[in-house]
């Protein structure tokens, strides 16, 4: 594969797609990164999770800053629960290096079914909540109280202050572990399970629950790419497209997103995601037992 | 949210932003310039493991433009920067007199520290 000018646009163009939805849905955008890179370049998957997981901090340090500064990331919050993500990054990362090829694809297969339905079961339940007040009405946990969790933004789109209590701190510290768990492994930011375990089971509203994973995405990729960089699996002229991409994304989605309601870019999101998960289960079957299924013409 | 920050907190907000925002720049231009510079003369793609780079030889690429030489300090930049974001962000709790949060922003260094002794010892 040559680094020639129609490659570079290529993947520049899928790299702004990945960082644009990236930013609007609380993701690193590597769950596009990866299957692109492994179903229309034919890369070996370990080299597209590296290229992808430096790609997520591109997209962490974009999107993040401006949920920074816009103060709808929580930072404390944040901040405790990368205790969790980083850890299950590591551990993540490491057995990556270890595992088979068709095992990789078949689990980012059942990673991108997972996130499809999730998206389309919770796509009503950030209006609902915010309107019935059920965020800022809940009593903190011991460790949400002992931390100082709680929090609050302006949301732009409803034109109102959305404070909130956090609670459920133990689930969101599991469900933060396996996140990092498949960020090290897969090379997404595992946004995804944060946002959904933060909205759901901590009583985070979904833009601060994006805003508050963005900035976390950051760390838990750099100790992934951190392990594929020191075992050589970085390689430069895929990674440099790739950033430059989903930066430039990023930025563009973060602009819109404060202003954007969820439940609209969840289903889509969901078809997307669906579509995805059957290329790359195509993929792994094909390679470890040699099942030709349709491609759907990735 | 803005409105009931103390003014520490505000700075730690303050500091995360400025840290990310600049990492970003920095990384984004280097990438930009050695994309250009690559693209001046295409190469093959290597679809194996690379060697990596020494320190003394990427900085006598970065002096004469060496695209590879660019992408690899923009990587590394961009790895760096939400590392020095956390080590920031202690210092700032420290300042603050927040211990929880000294122990909560050092375990995640302790974290990243280990990472880097594991790579270090070869682990392939």
């Known amino acids: ?298 | 949210m803005a409105q009931q920050l103390q003014p520490t907190a505000a700075n730690v907000y303050s500091i995360v932003f400025r840290v990310l925002f600049w990492g970003m720049v920095v990384s984004t231009s280097l990438f930009a310039l050695g994309v250009f510079r690559a693209l001046q003369h295409p190469v093959a793609i290597p679809l194996a493991p690379i060697p990596l780079l020494s320190f003394h030889a990427t900085l006598h690429g970065l002096a004469r433009l060496d695209p590879a030489s660019l992408m690899l300090t923009a990587t590394l930049l961009l790895i760096l920067t939400p590392v020095v974001r956390v080590v920031l962000a202690c210092i700032a709790f420290a300042v603050d007199r927040d211990p929880k949060f000294v122990a909560v922003t050092g375990i995640v260094l302790a974290v990243i520290v280990l990472t880097v002794v594991l790579g270090r010892l070869g682990l392939r």
């Open chain 1, 1 to 298: 594969m040559l680094f020639s000018l129609h490659f570079v646009s290529i993947l520049f163009s899928i790299a702004v797609f990945a960082g644009f939805f990236g930013a609007l849905l609380g993701v690193g955008g590597g769950i596009f990164i990866v299957p692109a890179l492994v179903l229309v370049f034919h890369l070996p998957v370990k080299l597209a999770v590296a290229a992808s997981l430096v790609s997520v901090i591109a997209t962490s340090n974009a999107g993040g800053s401006s949920y920074v500064e816009q103060h709808i990331t929580n930072l404390r919050l944040g901040m405790f629960l990368e205790v969790f993500t980083t850890i299950g990054a590591l551990s993540g990362s490491v057995l990556a290096l270890y595992l088979n090829e068709w095992l990789m694809l078949a689990l980012f297969a059942g990673l991108l079914f997972y996130m499809s339905i999730s998206a389309y079961v919770s796509r009503h339940h950030d209006d609902r909540q915010i309107a019935a007040g059920a965020y800022a009405n809940a009593s903190p946990d011991a460790w949400s109280r002992r931390l100082s969790l709680s929090g609050g933004y302006h949301d732009h789109a409803l034109d109102r202050q959305v404070d909130y209590v956090v609670r459920g701190t133990g689930i969101g510290a599991f469900v933060s572990y396996l996140a990092g768990m498949a960020s090290g492994l897969l090379g997404v930011g595992g946004g995804v399970l944060k946002v959904s375990a933060m909205n759901r089971s901590m009583n985070v509203p979904m833009k601060a629950a994006v805003g508050t994973s963005k900035m976390m995405i950051g760390v838990t990729a750099a100790v992934g790419s951190i392990l594929f960089y020191l075992a050589g699996l970085i390689h430069f002229y895929v990674v440099a497209p790739v950033a430059l991409g989903t930066t430039a994304g990023a930025e563009l989605g973060t602009l819109v997103m404060n202003r954007l309601r969820s439940a609209v870019l969840k289903r889509i999101f969901a078809v997307l995601m669906l579509y995805l998960a059957y290329g790359m289960l195509v993929k792994a079957l094909a390679l470890r037992f040699h099942i030709i299924l349709p491609s759907l013409g990735s």
